[in-house]
């Protein structure tokens, strides 16, 4: 899938050339809803509970934050449970061939996480953060999982970037990004 018309989003107020966003809330929401000709949304969004400073690819994700963005009315762009299996999309989907191959996919040398959705404002304890990690989840992060949520209900596939406090993306990533 091509990223030229994706919707891009930033919580970590690092990349200037994405929508910026302290929060996932109703602008999310309404950013993804009218999703135009877009087909990807790729999700920047600060990462914790990390023993070092590597941003990472999100492959699958735990919702532990107790929420849904989709309580209430169904909104009629999507399913009112969309099927959010594979809905990360893989460095090698983002790209046509002949571009992955010119650029040697910068995207597919990062490394893969799960991440695990708390409720913002949440700090896990250490025993709490060792369960995380038993659970499968290498990090966790406030916004990724509801903008996933509602980006699957709009019928988008995500790429999500979870981005370590002190992190900053490489040039050749933020460019293929920015495709």
């Known amino acids: 899938m091509k990223l030229r018309y994706a919707k891009r989003i930033d919580f970590t107020g690092q990349v200037k050339e994405f929508a910026q966003e302290a929060a996932f809330g109703e602008s999310v929401i309404k950013m993804l809803r009218d999703k135009g000709k877009a087909e990807v949304a790729i999700v920047i969004d600060r990462a914790y509970g990390l023993k070092d400073d590597t941003p990472y690819l999100i492959s699958d994700h735990l919702n532990l934050s107790g929420n849904n963005p989709l309580v209430g ?10 099927v959010v299996n594979n809905i990360y999309l893989d460095a090698n989907d983002t790209m046509d061939q002949e571009e992955t191959w010119s650029l040697g996919n910068p995207l597919g040398k990062m490394q893969y996480a799960i991440a695990a959705g708390l409720h913002p404002g949440v700090t896990p304890t250490d025993a709490e953060l060792e369960f995380i990690h038993k659970l499968g989840a290498k990090l966790y992060c406030y916004n990724l999982v509801p903008t996933m949520i509602v980006a699957a209900h709009a019928g988008l596939k995500v790429v999500g970037v979870a981005l370590p406090e002190g992190a900053s993306l490489r040039p050749d990533i933020l460019a293929t990004l920015l495709r």
Do not use: L
């Not at 009315?73 to 969309?82: C, L, S, Y």
């Open 73 to 82: 009315p169904n909104d009629a762009i999507g399913q009112r449970f969309p």
